[in-house]
Nanobody
Framework: QVQLVESGGGLVQPGGSLRLSCASS????????MAWYRQAPGKQRELVAL???????NYADSVKGRFTISRANAVNTVYLQMNSLKPEDTAVYYC???????WGQGTQVTVSS
């Protein structure tokens, strides 16, 4: 069983920044592909970014150039640095071990003036 605990969400003004963190209890974290998803009210959950164990990354077109995924294997943590935030980035953000049943509880990000 893998537990994922997100933190770092909150309320930010348009143009601002936030960094989300996700701590994993998984023993195979360093070789796992980790992903961030988000779900806005009334919309389907969508992939935001992912990073393989080897460091390759992939981003949704809507966040390219603004968001950066990274990981610290020594502390079993994956991050999502979000810059130049827009109101349309408002959603609950979830950490996920890619293509498994393991999801975090989600953290709310609200971008509003």
């Amino acid at each position: 069983q893998v537990q994922l605990v997100e933190s770092g969400g909150g309320l930010v003004q348009p143009g601002g920044s936030l960094r989300l963190s996700c701590a994993s209890s998984g023993r195979l974290f360093s070789i796992s592909t980790m992903a961030w998803y988000r779900q806005a009210p009334g919309k389907q959950r969508e992939l935001v970014a992912l990073m393989t164990g080897g460091g390759s990354t992939n981003y949704a077109d809507s966040v390219k150039g603004r968001f950066t995924i990274s990981r610290a294997n020594a502390v079993n943590t994956v991050y999502l640095q979000m810059n130049s935030l827009k109101p349309e980035d408002t959603a609950v953000y979830y950490c996920h071990v890619y293509r498994t049943d393991y999801w975090g509880q989600g953290t709310q990000v609200t971008v509003s003036s």
